[in-house]
Each structure stands twice: as structure tokens, then as C-alpha cells.
């Protein structure tokens, strides 16, 4: 089976600039969760879906920051304008019934922001 | 608050030698905590998930363990290809959130 597929792998972009992270979660999965990965703070949460409805966003860090989840196997996770501090590995996880079932995650997308 | 505090930070260990790496928390009803492994430049890959005080786990050369407050992921005679990053993670109370801890890096030399 496909697991979680992200694009693009890496982004490279100057600051100021639009970034659009894409995400495609397992098939059949209902809960679809974006993170972010730094060495300083480690594995945070930004915002999750269920049945593409945004259930928690509190950790978005800013208005800069949006997602959306238009349909079942589709989301993406936009930075505008992004700024250096905002540079991290993204990861989308998907995951099935409730909070006692684990997250698969993608391999993540690479951004470093000039 | 729930918070999760994962020791060592990294350990190393020759290949056969056996030790444990350590989950602590603290969550509202635990509704389940999770071991996961993250090789460099790729997502953490779900090893287990442990509900209950008592609850144990195998995969291979990896065993998990849980209590009311810790949880332990033991490794017995570890090969190089072990070497990665551990990271545990709880999911408590009445949402679908995952807190992680901040991982134990082992590598295991030959």
C-alpha cells in the first residue's frame, strides 16, 4: 500500500516568497495532522483534519501560515510570506479512528528560506 | 500540561550490546503511547503503541514496555542497522494529538 506521499521533497525559496506544501494522505484514513521538525524544538503539531474539516490549528504559528484540506486524499500547507525562521522540515501523517491508533508519516518536505 | 522527556539523548552502543532507552510522562488519560523510529532524511516509522500499565510489545530485537509514568524501549543485541533516531510520543485526554518527546539518538557500532 502508498503511504503517505508529500511534495516536494525540498524547496529552496527567498524570503517574502509564496511556499506551497503538498500532501497526499493514506487512502480510507480520516485524520490527516501537518508538523513541523527543528532541531531546537523538536516535533510540533501545527494543525489537524478530520474528514477535512480543521479540527485544532493552535499551533499554526502565524496568520502567515494557512492549510486546507479540500478533499479526502488531498491538503496542502501554505506559508506567505515566509520568512528564515521558517525554515524546518514539514511533515503530513494520516491516520485512522481515534487518538488510540497511530500516525503514518511521509517522508517530509526540506525548506530553507534565504 | 502533558509532557513527555525521553532519555539519554543519545547513546552508543558496540553491536551485541544491549540497553534501554527511556519514556517518561506525564498526560490526562492516556489513550495511547507510541514508539516510533526516524532514520536521517526520511518520516518517523511507527514501531508501537502501548494502551495499558503492564502492556508489552515485540518487534524483532526491539521490546517496549509500559508503566503508569514511563515507558522503556529495550534492545537486545543491537546491530548497526538499529542505529537511528527513537522517538516516543502520548496522546491523551479527549483529542487526537500526539506530544512528542525529543528523541534518543543510538547508534550502534560494529
Known amino acids: 500500500d502508498a503511504g503517505v506521499i508529500q511534495s516536494p521533497r525540498h524547496e529552496v525559496t527567498e524570503m517574502g516568497q509564496e511556499v506551497t506544501l503538498r500532501c497526499k494522505p493514506i487512502?480510507?484514513?480520516?485524520?490527516l495532522f501537518w508538523y513541523r521538525q527543528t532541531m531546537m524544538r523538536g516535533l510540533e503539531l501545527l494543525i489537524y483534519f478530520n474528514n477535512n474539516v480543521p479540527i485544532d490549528d493552535s499551533g499554526m504559528p502565524e496568520d502567515r501560515f494557512s492549510a486546507k484540506m479540500p478533499n479526502a486524499s488531498f491538503s496542502t500547507l501554505k506559508i506567505q510570506p515566509s520568512e528564515p525562521r521558517d525554515s524546518a522540515v514539514y511533515f503530513c501523517?494520516?491516520?485512522?479512528?481515534?487518538?488510540?491508533?497511530?500516525?503514518?508519516f511521509g517522508d517530509g518536505t526540506r525548506l530553507s528560506i534565504l | 500540561e502533558d509532557q513527555v522527556t525521553q532519555s539519554p539523548e543519545a547513546l552508543r552502543l558496540q553491536e551485541g550490546e544491549s540497553s534501554s532507552l527511556n519514556c517518561s510522562y506525564t498526560?490526562?488519560?492516556?489513550?495511547?503511547l507510541f514508539w516510533y523510529r526516524q532514520d536521517p532524511g526520511k518520516g518517523p516509522e511507527f514501531l508501537f503503541t502501548l494502551y495499558s500499565a503492564g502492556e508489552e510489545k515485540e518487534k524483532e530485537r526491539l521490546k517496549a514496555t509500559l508503566t503508569k509514568k514511563e515507558s522503556f524501549l529495550h534492545i537486545t543485541a543491537p546491530k548497526p542497522e538499529d542505529s537511528a533516531t527513537y522517538l516516543c510520543?502520548?496522546?491523551?485526554?479527549?483529542?487526537?494529538?500526539?506530544?512528542f518527546g525529543t528523541g534518543t539518538l543510538l547508534a550502534v557500532q560494529p
Open positions: 510520543a502520548v496522546c491523551g485526554g479527549a483529542t487526537n494529538k500526539l506530544i
Open positions: 501523517a494520516s491516520s485512522s479512528g481515534t487518538g488510540g491508533q497511530p500516525q503514518h
Open positions: 487512502s480510507g484514513h480520516d485524520y
Open positions: 498526560v490526562s488519560g492516556l489513550r495511547g
